[in-house]
């Protein structure tokens, strides 16, 4: 089974500083990550992903995430945050089973940028 | 390339009633699926289908739902009889390889069911 924690309902962050969201995971054999964004009325936003290499992942938007095997976690990041960065974040695992190709989200952090 | 085009954006109707959801892959992606998205069980994945073959439907909540993609361009999801509960934002994505881990998934812009 795979399985995806994302411990923070809501962050809150001041423009111009750095924000992270976090993301912690559980699967079986390699894991393959994603971070999606949603606006509000909005679908789902493909932000960044790792599949394998170097452990700094950088996305859209200034976005980057990073990988640590040994904490099983793939925090979100980025070094200074816009007030138009306020949205819903969520982390996603995948593991192939049987040929599958099957996502599994996190339960999203709403992140607000304030002035 | 147009994205991930569903419709209705939205929809409300009566309890009972049948609704009918559909949804346009990105041209080229050989694998969909069926989000449903509510404020408290988050973003749920009902059904996916590679190359137009449901592999996984464990999602599907009970017998109302059903999904079906004739084609590689089309696909629906039926509700019948629906109910309030299933009142919710319900997505379709799609990627483009059946079984390459590394693919991404495209949203829709979702189509919001309430049904009264």
């Known amino acids: 089974a795979q399985s995806v924690a994302q411990p923070e309902d809501q962050v809150n962050v001041a423009e111009g500083n750095p924000l992270t969201v976090k993301c912690t995971y559980s699967?079986?054999?390699?894991?393959?990550l994603f971070w999606y964004v949603q606006y509000p009325n909005r679908g789902l936003q493909f932000l960044l992903k790792?599949?394998?290499?170097?452990?700094l992942v950088k996305g859209s938007y200034g976005f980057e995430a990073e990988f640590n095997k040994s904490q099983t976690s793939f925090h979100l990041k980025k070094p200074s945050a816009l007030v138009s960065d306020s949205a819903l974040y969520f982390c996603?695992?995948?593991?192939?089973?049987?040929?599958?190709?099957?996502?599994?989200f996190g339960t999203g952090t709403q992140l607000k940028v304030e002035l | 390339d147009a994205g991930v085009i569903q419709s209705p954006r939205h929809e409300v109707t009566e309890m009972g009633q049948e609704v009918t959801l559909r949804c346009k892959p990105i041209?080229?992606?050989?694998?969909l699926f069926w989000y449903r998205q509510t404020m408290m069980r988050g973003l749920e994945l009902l059904i996916y289908?590679?190359?137009?073959?449901?592999?996984?439907d464990s999602g599907m909540p009970e017998d109302r739902f059903s999904a079906k993609m004739p084609n590689a361009s089309f696909s629906t999801l039926k509700i019948q009889p629906s109910e309030p509960r299933d009142s919710a934002v319900y997505f379709c994505?799609?990627?483009?390889?059946?079984?390459?881990?590394?693919?991404?998934?495209?949203f829709g812009p979702g189509t919001r069911l309430t049904v009264l």
């Open positions: 699967v079986s054999g390699n894991p393959y």
């Open positions: 790792y599949i394998t290499g170097d452990n």
């Open positions: 996603a695992v995948r593991a192939l089973t049987g040929g599958g190709n099957k996502l599994t």
């Open positions: 994505a799609s990627s483009r390889t059946p079984g390459l881990p590394g693919d991404e998934q495209f």
């Open positions: 041209s080229g992606h050989n694998s």
């Open positions: 289908f590679n190359n137009n073959v449901p592999i996984d």
